[in-house]
């Protein structure tokens, strides 16, 4: 079973950047799905941004036009750059993998949007 982990999570202001990072533990090039998903406090978990079969991208409509999810296969890695951050984005991100009929997910980073 492919292993995911997540960093670069930590506090930023309010309009600024950060980019996580999912190292997953073999290649990623066959995975079905591959992406990030986050919860915030009190809220269910929401996808925030997914490659589908490895080419088409899926980004949640909150985050759209200040998310980009991108993948480094010969690293085995895929990476969310956020930008614009608002408090609203606060919550710990997970990274997540599908195949084979299996849910794989990470240990989270958190992420907090605060001044």
């Known amino acids: 079973q492919v292993q995911l982990v997540e960093s670069g999570g930590g506090l930023v202001q309010p309009g600024g950047s950060l980019r996580l990072s999912c190292a997953a533990s073999?290649?990623?090039?066959?995975?079905?799905?591959m992406g990030w998903y986050r919860q915030a406090p009190g809220k269910e978990r929401e996808l925030v941004a997914r490659?589908?079969?490895?080419?088409?991208?899926d980004y949640a409509d909150s985050v759209t036009g200040r998310c980009s999810i991108a993948r480094d296969n010969a690293k085995n890695t895929v990476y969310l750059q956020m930008n614009d951050l608002k408090a609203e984005d606060t919550a710990v991100y997970y990274c997540?993998?599908?195949?084979?009929?299996?849910?794989?997910w990470g240990q989270g980073t958190q992420v907090t949007v605060s001044s």
């Open positions: 997540n993998a599908y195949y084979n009929a299996l849910t794989v």
């Open positions: 073999r290649s990623i090039s066959s995975l079905n799905y």
């Open positions: 490659f589908i079969n490895g080419g088409r991208t």
